[in-house]
T-cell receptor
Framework: NAGVTQTPKFQVLKTGQSMTLQCAQDMNHNSMYWYRQDPGMGLRLIYY???????DKGEVPNGYNVSRLNKREFSLRLESAAPSQTSVYFCASSERSGAYEQYFGPGTRLTVT | GNSVTQMEGPVTLSEEAFLTINCTYTATGYPSLFWYVQYPGEGLQLLLK?????DKGSNKGFEATYRKETTSFHLEKGSVQVSDSAVYFC???????????FGTGTKLQVIP
């Protein structure tokens, strides 16, 4: 039981490049989330998926797109990376949206130069 | 909107000292409150939670009491260990289609 896995762990991009961050969970959870973590800002929600087949914007969605490929997988895509997207990205899942424990992956550290 | 305010860190304590990390919130309705912990190089994990006023959440020697009158959920531990060194996040969920709101985190360093 791996929980929530994320790939890659580290990535360096040049401005304008694109990439996809992958996330998968093996807990049969309905809800999945993408957050970014910046110093002094805490965690900010980028996008979430309350259930398979649905996605919604969070607090900071600009510059990102997501795909809920199936119940297990939720990917985050940066179409044209910018230095302001340098951050640590966390994927999380929970049984349902709401006051349910969220389980986090180990994070992806992204640097955009 | 909802918000969570935590004391700024870092907090540096000697082993076996008493810990308090303050957390206050602003929310509509009657939120559920959480403390998450992030160890170096890892994702967050739930430490404890409380879902209604006067509830006390506890885990691994940590405690926090949901105080509606002061809109607070302060984290306490009687005797910290070096292994408690981490970043602690206070969070809330206020119901319906709202999402979980996280505070900015408080870094705790415990020295031997």
């Amino acid at each position: 039981n791996a929980g929530v896995t994320q790939t890659p762990k580290f990535q360096v991009l040049k401005t304008g490049q694109s990439m996809t961050l992958q996330c998968a969970q093996d807990m049969n959870h309905n809800s999945m989330y993408w957050y970014r973590q910046d110093p002094g800002m805490g965690l900010r929600l980028i996008y979430y998926s309350a259930s398979e087949g649905t996605t919604d914007k969070g607090e900071v969605p600009n510059g990102y797109n997501v795909s809920r490929l199936n119940k297990r997988e939720f990917s985050l895509r940066l179409e044209s990376a910018a230095p302001s997207q340098t951050s640590v990205y966390f994927c999380a899942s929970s049984e349902r949206s709401g006051a349910y424990e969220q389980y986090f992956g180990p994070g992806t550290r992204l640097t955009v130069t | 909107g909802n918000s969570v305010t935590q004391m700024e860190g870092p907090v540096t304590l000697s082993e076996e000292a008493f810990l308090t990390i303050n957390c206050t919130y602003t929310a509509t309705g009657y939120p559920s409150l959480f403390w998450y912990v992030q160890y170096p190089g890892e994702g967050l994990q739930l430490l404890l939670k409380a879902t209604k006023a006067d509830d006390k959440g506890s885990n691994k020697g940590f405690e926090a009491t949901y105080r509606k009158e002061t809109t607070s959920f302060h984290l306490e531990k009687g005797s910290v260990q070096v292994s408690d060194s981490a970043v602690y996040f206070c969070a809330l969920y206020s119901g319906g289609y709202q999402k979980v709101t996280f505070g900015t985190g408080t870094k705790l360093q415990v020295i031997p």
